[in-house]
């Protein structure tokens, strides 16, 4: 891989880094409504499988979906402009930070219910294939929590008896809000995709070129086959579920971090000025984000 | 003249043929069953790659629906019975009703989702619901219910309104059918001889009204829908022979967005209003109906009541379940209290 190309992924982790940690340090003024799931860890999960989409591809995300919109292509300004209820949020403030739509990114803020729906987008891809003249897919995230709902597997089920090309890909971070994934989970997590006849395959990563490369194979299968595939990603979350509500020690916090940050490992690979250069260059972007943000119009009914 | 059954599965194989993004999702829908109450039957025989036999997998199969939609299809989705709406409730208000809104108007997302609701069935507190109360209130969701009645051309009648709701649609539909309702004919002017019979509101959600033919200034006006309509259709008519009583009755075929326009001209000429429905009374289709006509009429209201099934579940007895739904005896004495 080029030196461009990992100053790419490195400048797109970054990015959502910088915004993530931007929307936890202003929350506390007061410029954001509602609440915020910010996915600080878990950038290479975003980065390395977004980046192998083609043209036409689909995505489907959940409440902690900022660092998906980012990596998909989305703008730092509307996605500031969203959660601060602005006209030129993503959705003109009506959805807030769980529930964007742009091109052909959606999210949603409830559980489970999505997983269904990125299945019937599948289905209708597949369907429409020949009209659109592309085999496009789609890409679900999942969390561990979300295993727990039972419509998952109904959609597990269709999406295997009817060959729905679909990657579901499971960030476990190993923590649903604060209940471990222990305390929550029976049984073997691949195992659960692996009983509806879907090939899962697990990763215990945090590096955006191991990701990259699982997800890219995984998606020439999907779009090959027009079958599912399953991709388990076991990550770790820096930062709490929303905004105080970490129950973790903060030494295991620390640990976490400290072992497993995405831009850690893949900086090492950039040149030292390369790398200072994009940290600068993502800085200023986010706060130009913000600022234009902060001065956009708030919306009318 | 058709059933109710006969003109909604006419309105299906007319959508499946004028649109191949119609799709349909249900159980038990291939032929040669053709779906629990045969509403579908014939059609995966005739547009076999498009309706798809799913697994017990209500809150899924609306969700695969609701996804289908936002890429682009227009799925319909057959729910066994309308008990079973429950399940799919999170995918209904939480996704379908919610995404256009939400995205800031940047989707659209043509769904109907079917369902036979009622009872008088025996089939027992499970199987014999009203339960389209429960989805009245969601911002995003229409509800219809087709009449059995149409135009003398047909127009209006249950299967052009389902017909349309598929082909029209830009966002999510509950269509409401009833169990009971599939076995009557769908009345024209030519067969009601004893009525006189206009059609009013639109082609996408139009109101019957009926009175009883060379009858006086009605005294009463009766709103309905569904099966019940029926029903308050045979007791206007015992009324006016029986106890010179006039009521007439104005039936909707869309519950949400409630049009009442229609029903407030009528009732600024009877000043009573009796609402009837088949779900559970409290909270229920009347209510709304009564709050918005008294908000729309005030003091012109002279009197007003709800006619619905008792707050119970449906029981399987049959001497029990005519307890607890409405009859059409319920309806006469109920009008005849209005007017006492």
């Known amino acids: 891989m080029s030196q461009t190309a990992h100053n790419e992924l490195y400048l797109a982790l970054c990015r959502i880094r910088r915004f993530e940690e931007a929307v936890l340090e202003k929350f506390s003024s007061g410029i954001f409504f509602g609440t915020t799931h910010t996915s600080l860890g878990q950038e290479a999960n975003a980065v390395g499988v977004l980046s192998c989409l083609q043209a036409g591809d689909v995505v489907f995300s959940n409440h902690r979906c900022h660092g998906h919109f980012l990596a998909y292509g989305g703008d730092l300004r509307a996605l500031f402009a969203e959660l601060m209820g602005r006209a030129t949020g993503v959705c003109g403030g009506r959805g807030g930070s769980q529930h964007l739509h742009w091109c052909n990114f959606y999210s949603n803020g409830v559980q489970g219910g999505i997983v269904p729906i990125a299945t019937g987008m599948a289905l209708a891809e597949k369907q429409l294939q020949s009209e659109r003249q592309s085999a496009s ?129 893949h900086g090492q690979r950039l040149e030292p000025a390369a790398r200072a250069a994009i940290e600068t260059q993502v800085q200023e972007e986010v706060t130009a984000a913000f600022q234009q943000a902060a001065a956009d119009p708030f919306p009318i009914l | 003249m058709p059933s109710v059954l006969d003109s909604l599965n006419v309105g299906l194989h007319q959508a499946f043929d004028a649109d191949e993004r119609v799709y349909l999702l249900g159980e038990d829908l291939l032929d040669p069953y053709g779906g629990a109450f045969k509403v579908s039957r014939g059609l995966s025989s005739a547009y076999p790659g498009r309706v798809w036999t799913t697994p017990i997998s209500e809150a899924g199969m609306v969700g695969i629906a609701v996804g289908m939609a936002l890429r682009g299809l227009r799925p319909v989705v057959e729910i066994m019975f309308g008990d079973f709406i429950t399940l799919a409730a999170d995918q209904i208000i939480n996704h379908a009703a919610k995404f256009r809104w ?73 269509f409401v059918e009833n169990k009971l309702q599939y076995l009557l004919p769908v009345h024209t002017p030519a067969s009601l001889p004893e009525f006189s019979f206009a059609i009013e509101g639109t082609p996408a959600a139009p109101i019957f009204r009926l009175a009883v033919q060379g009858a006086p200034a009605p005294q009463v006006t009766i709103a309905a829908y569904g099966y019940m309509a029926e029903l308050a259709r045979q007791a206007i008519l015992k009324l006016a022979y029986e106890h010179e009583i006039f009521a007439e009755l104005v039936i909707f075929t869309r519950l949400v967005p409630l049009e009442d326009q229609v029903l407030c001209a009528a009732l600024r000429q009877t000043g009573r209003l009796l609402t009837v429905e088949e779900g559970a009374l409290s909270a229920g289709w009347g209510a709304e109906v009564l709050a918005r006509a008294a908000s729309a009429l005030g003091l012109h209201l002279k009197a007003c009541g709800r006619l619905a099934a008792r707050d119970l579940p449906v029981p399987a007895s049959g001497p029990l379940e005519n307890a607890v739904l409405p009859s059409i005896q319920d309806i006469m004495q109920a009008v005849r209290r209005l007017v006492a």
């Open chain 1, 137 to 265: 897919v789609v890409v679900a995230f999942l969390g561990d929590g979300t295993l727990g709902e039972g419509v998952v597997y109904e959609s597990l089920n269709m999406a295997a008896l009817w060959g729905a090309p679909i990657l579901f890909v499971v960030e476990n971070n190993r923590i649903a809000q604060t209940t471990p994934t222990q305390l929550a989970l029976a049984g073997d997590l691949s195992a659960r995709f692996e009983a509806f006849g879907i090939p899962a395959l697990a990763l215990e990563s945090s590096d955006v070129l191991e990701i990259r490369t699982a997800a890219a194979a995984l998606l020439d299968q999907v779009r090959a086959e027009a079958r599912p595939r399953a991709l388990i990603l076991n990550t770790w979350r820096f930062g709490p579920h929303s905004k105080g509500d970490d129950t973790r020690p903060p030494d295991l916090v620390a640990q976490i971090k400290d072992q497993h940050d995405p831009l850690f490992i």
């Open chain 2, 102 to 174: 939400m995205y800031n108007d940047q989707v659209s997302l043509p769904l109907v989702i079917r369902t036979p609701m009622g009872g008088r069935r025996g089939y027992g507190p499970t199987h014999s619901q009203t339960l389209e109360k429960l989805f009245l209130g969601v911002p995003g969701l229409q509800v219809l219910a087709p009449a059995a009645f149409a135009a003398p051309d047909g127009g209006s009648g249950p299967g052009e309104l389902l017909a349309q709701a598929i082909l029209g649609g830009q966002e999510p539909l509950l």
